[in-house]
């Protein structure tokens, strides 16, 4: 039988990269693994007797809001106003997803359809590629890399692609390239945006982790961008909880009402019962990973 979709799906490259590990383990060799960006540290043990507590109330054993718990959204809220100073009505312009993965996976079904075009940063974490892929849209790739401009370079792939592309994936800081950029970089994309009718995915998933003062910038930052973007913050890396699945802690902050739509068409039952201790630990992100790092 032929599967609909996952035919054009490049090779997962995780997927080839453990069977590499595994094989060369199995010849007994000692292998350092820089492949999958899993946290080595376990979860804050706030998180952990948090999720025991939770776990341990019936209510939370049953379907949960689609969007998430209203605790959760606000806490989200909340570390975006202390954090960068930006405003977000945890009512309608927060939602909780299952991870950043599945987050830009179900909102792409919402932005791009067979015929469309969609530019991703290249190299990508995979799911940028896969989310459009996925959904039917055919993907640009724009090099990105430390010693380049990649607005420039994404404007022209812009001004050379027909049809128009509709969505503009970035990610920054960028998982593998590490490449960083400013607030000016923003306004620069949040204002071509408006200019050519594109909406903008950032996935913000390394928020908290920057080193020497750095502060990664939000792209909800800029005036004018929650009209054109959706950006996806997570806490699998900055709290070690990129094993928490079922949980948590990973959210949209999104002010269009369609990915709101899907989620709930299509995730009716996230598992409510980690969630609270998203909400206990988002309150302690103060910024940089370094100042709230696990103990
Ligand atoms: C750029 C990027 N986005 C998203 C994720 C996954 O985030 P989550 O655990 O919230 O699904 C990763 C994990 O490696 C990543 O590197």
Same mark, same amino acid.
């Given at each position: 039988?032929?599967?609909? *979709?996952?035919?054009?799906?490049?090779?997962?490259?995780? #997927?080839?990269?453990?069977?590499? $590990?595994?094989?060369?383990?199995? #010849?007994?060799?000692?292998?350092?693994?820089?492949?999958?960006?899993?946290?080595?540290?376990?979860?804050? /043990?706030?998180?952990?007797?948090?999720?025991?507590?939770?776990?341990?109330?019936? %209510?939370?054993?049953?379907?949960?809001?689609?969007?998430?718990?209203?605790?959760?959204?606000?806490?989200?809220?909340?570390?975006?106003?202390?954090?960068?100073?930006?405003?977000?009505?945890?009512?309608?312009?927060?939602?909780?997803?299952?991870?950043?993965?599945?987050?830009?996976?179900?909102?792409?079904?919402?932005?791009?359809?067979?015929?469309?075009? #969609?530019?991703?940063?290249?190299?990508?974490? /995979?799911?940028?590629?896969?989310?459009?892929?996925?959904?039917?849209?055919?993907?640009? *790739?724009?090099?990105?890399?430390?010693?380049?401009?990649?607005?420039?370079?994404?404007?022209?792939?812009?001004?050379?692609?027909?049809?128009?592309?509709?969505?503009?994936?970035?990610?920054?800081?960028?998982?593998?390239?590490?490449?960083?950029?400013?607030?000016?970089?923003? %306004? *620069?994309?949040?204002?071509?945006?408006? *200019?050519?009718?594109?909406?903008?995915?950032?996935?913000?998933?390394?928020?908290?982790?920057?080193?020497?003062?750095?502060?990664?910038?939000?792209?909800?930052?800029?005036?004018?961008? $929650?009209? +054109?973007? =959706?950006?996806?913050?997570?806490?699998?890396?900055?709290?070690?909880?990129?094993?928490?699945?079922?949980?948590?802690? +990973?959210?949209?902050?999104?002010?269009?009402?369609?990915? +709101?739509?899907?989620?709930?068409?299509?995730?009716?039952?996230?598992?409510?019962?980690?969630?609270?201790?998203? =909400?206990?630990?988002? /309150?302690?992100?103060?910024?940089?990973?370094?100042?709230?790092?696990?103990?």
């Amino acid at each position: 039988m032929e599967f609909r *979709r996952i035919g054009n799906l490049p090779p997962y490259v995780f #997927a080839e990269v453990n069977e590499r $590990k595994h094989e060369a383990r199995k #010849a007994g060799v000692d292998v350092i693994d820089l492949g999958f960006g899993n946290p080595d540290i376990p979860s804050p /043990p706030g998180v952990v007797a948090k999720l025991v507590e939770a776990a341990q109330h019936g %209510k939370n054993h049953r379907y949960s809001s689609s969007r998430g718990i209203p605790n959760l959204r606000k806490a989200v809220a909340d570390r975006y106003q202390r954090a960068f100073g930006v405003t977000l009505d945890p009512e309608t312009e927060v939602i909780n997803t299952i991870g950043a993965k599945e987050g830009l996976a179900h909102l792409m079904w919402t932005l791009v359809q067979p015929g469309d075009i #969609a530019l991703v940063p290249e190299p990508s974490y /995979p799911i940028h590629i896969y989310a459009p892929v996925l959904a039917g849209a055919e993907v640009r *790739r724009v090099h990105l890399s430390t010693d380049s401009d990649f607005f420039d370079r994404l404007t022209a792939a812009f001004r050379t692609s027909w049809p128009k592309p509709r969505v503009i994936v970035t990610s920054f800081p960028h998982n593998p390239t590490t490449v960083t950029v400013d607030l000016e970089f923003f %306004k *620069r994309l949040v204002e071509f945006a408006h *200019r050519n009718d594109v909406v903008l995915v950032h996935d913000f998933a390394y928020a908290d982790i920057a080193f020497d003062g750095y502060q990664p910038p939000s792209l909800l930052q800029v005036d004018g961008a $929650k009209e +054109r973007a =959706v950006e996806l913050y997570t806490l699998s890396k900055s709290h070690s909880m990129a094993g928490w699945r079922t949980d948590t802690s +990973r959210r949209v902050s999104c002010k269009y009402p369609a990915p +709101r739509t899907w989620e709930s068409s299509c995730t009716p039952c996230l598992r409510v019962t980690p969630w609270p201790a998203g =909400v206990w630990v988002l /309150p302690s992100v103060t910024g940089r990973w370094s100042e709230h790092s696990p103990s």
